[in-house]
């Protein structure tokens, strides 16, 4: 079945780096933009980032812009989450997302889900 | 401050009917993007829940409809559940921030 399966989570000092994996299955990779999206303790969804089918656009939420970077690896089916220059508020869950394939550019959502991976950023 | 705002919480009774309000602008609902539906359980993952405005994906029960007018959506709940008990979050595109957008969450009791 479809799965989306995040891993790399974990405890981090504040100013350091972590990567995020995320390994897809059940369905053609290649064809599908990617998201990731947070939420912090007791808050709601925050979009951070997003991958074209293609790797060849990526964009970024205004917190995260230049500390990290989304990458994709089509030959393994892996999306990844480099987050460099770590700050407290950056700790949350993290969720890699498929983003639904339509025609209408008005109408992009998200069709699947992981079930996240923790980071907590703390000295 | 989240570009679509949501109430925080609703309640009802089972059986009963409540909505949720998801309010957006001219850069996201009034420029002719679609709103999305997705809900949360405790402790797991957003689950899509409506589509496109209306549309409920496959195995998403009728008792869940969505729509919108102009720059407002809202999402419908009929015969309430126990099992309903979650947080629900509206999303879009804006235009202006030119990036996906989130409601801030509603939280919904079932009494």
């Known amino acids: 079945q479809v799965q989306l399966v995040e891993s790399g989570g974990g405890v981090v000092q504040p100013g350091r780096s972590l990567r995020l994996s995320c390994a897809a299955s059940?369905?053609?990779?290649?064809?599908?933009?990617l998201h990731w999206v947070r939420q912090a303790p007791g808050k709601g969804l925050e979009w951070v980032a997003v991958?074209?089918?293609?790797?060849?656009?990526?964009h970024f939420a205004d917190s995260v812009k230049g500390r990290f970077t989304i990458s994709r690896d089509d030959s393994k089916n892996t999306l990844s989450l480099q987050m460099n220059s770590l700050r407290v508020e950056d700790t949350a869950v993290y969720f890699c997302a498929r983003r639904s394939i339509t025609t209408n550019i008005a109408s992009y959502y998200i069709d699947v889900w992981g079930k996240g991976t923790t980071v907590i950023v703390s000295s | 401050q989240s570009v679509l705002t949501q109430p925080p919480s609703v309640s009802g009774a089972p059986g009963q009917r409540v909505t949720i309000s998801c309010t957006g602008n001219s850069s996201n609902f009034g420029a002719g993007y679609d709103v999305h539906w997705y809900q949360q359980l405790p402790g797991a993952a957003p689950k899509l829940l409506i589509y496109?405005?209306?549309n409920r994906p496959s195995g998403v029960p009728d008792r869940f409809s969505g729509s919108k007018s102009g720059t407002s959506a809202s999402l419908a709940i009929s015969g309430l559940r126990p099992e309903d008990e979650a947080d629900y979050y509206c999303q879009s595109f804006d235009t202006s921030l030119r990036r996906c957008v989130f409601g801030g969450g509603t939280k919904l009791t079932v009494l």
């Open positions: 059940g369905f053609t990779f290649s064809n599908y933009a």
């Open positions: 496109s405005n209306t």
């Open positions: 991958i074209s089918y293609d790797g060849n656009s990526q």
